[in-house]
């Protein structure tokens, strides 16, 4: 199983620049996330996914949208990029439930210039 | 706004020593969760402790929750230069929420 994958692993974006981050989980897990981390911020819910056909906001959704796919896979699209969302970004995934641990991609580090 | 704070913000220990790692909340928690972090890395889910629960362990792991006082900590035992990482608290209630990490740096 390779777990949660996330393409591309870097990216350079110009401001106003367009882009969709994707991620998929082999691990058949309902619930999917976004994350994004700023130096000293620790991680920011962006947007997540508690089952296929739903999407909710977290902590920091603004100037992004989310797709869920099918039950694998969860995009994360940049419509007009902005330096302010320079990050790393990351997805995740877990079974339904409480109680479950989260299961991480590596990451895709994105500066927009 | 964060849900967790972790402190102390940056620790340094020698090989063999003992690394604590604190973490406050705000609001009311189903559990929390530590993950660790290398540099560059994704995270990995060390050890999970139900709201219920007041002491957990897993290894050379040590984990402690106060719902009463909205903090939990990880105690890492005869450290390794391998733990040199950042560790992260998560609290699961509503949403899931991070805190802002402590940077450990085990000195061999």
């Known amino acids: 199983n390779a777990g949660v994958t996330q393409t591309p692993k870097f990216q350079v974006l110009k401001t106003g620049q367009s882009m969709t981050l994707q991620c998929a989980q082999d691990m058949n897990h309902n619930s999917m996330y976004w994350y994004r981390q700023d130096p000293g911020m620790g991680l920011r819910l962006i947007y997540y996914?508690?089952?296929?056909?739903?999407?909710d906001k977290g902590e920091v959704p603004n100037g992004y949208n989310v797709s869920r796919l099918n039950k694998r896979e969860f995009s994360l699209r940049l419509e007009s990029a902005a330096p302010s969302q320079t990050s790393v970004y990351f997805c995740a995934s877990r079974p339904s439930g409480q109680a479950y641990e989260q299961y991480f991609g590596p990451g895709t580090r994105l500066t927009v210039t | 706004s964060q849900q967790g704070e972790e402190d102390p913000q940056a620790l340094s220990i020698q090989e063999g020593e003992n690394a604590t790692m604190n973490c406050s909340y705000k609001?009311?928690?189903?559990?929390l969760q530590w993950y660790r972090q290398n540099s560059g890395r994704g995270l990995v889910h060390l050890i999970l402790?139900?709201?219920?629960?007041r002491e957990k362990h897993s290894g050379r792991l040590r984990v402690t929750l106060d719902t009463s006082k909205k903090s939990s900590s990880l105690l890492i035992t005869a450290s390794r230069a391998a733990d040199t990482a950042s560790y992260f608290c998560a609290t699961d209630g509503n949403q899931f929420y991070f805190g802002t990490g402590t940077s450990l740096t085990v000195i061999p």
């Open positions: 402790i139900r709201s219920n629960e």
């Open positions: 996914s508690a089952s296929e056909g739903t999407t």
């Open positions: 609001t009311s928690i189903n559990n």
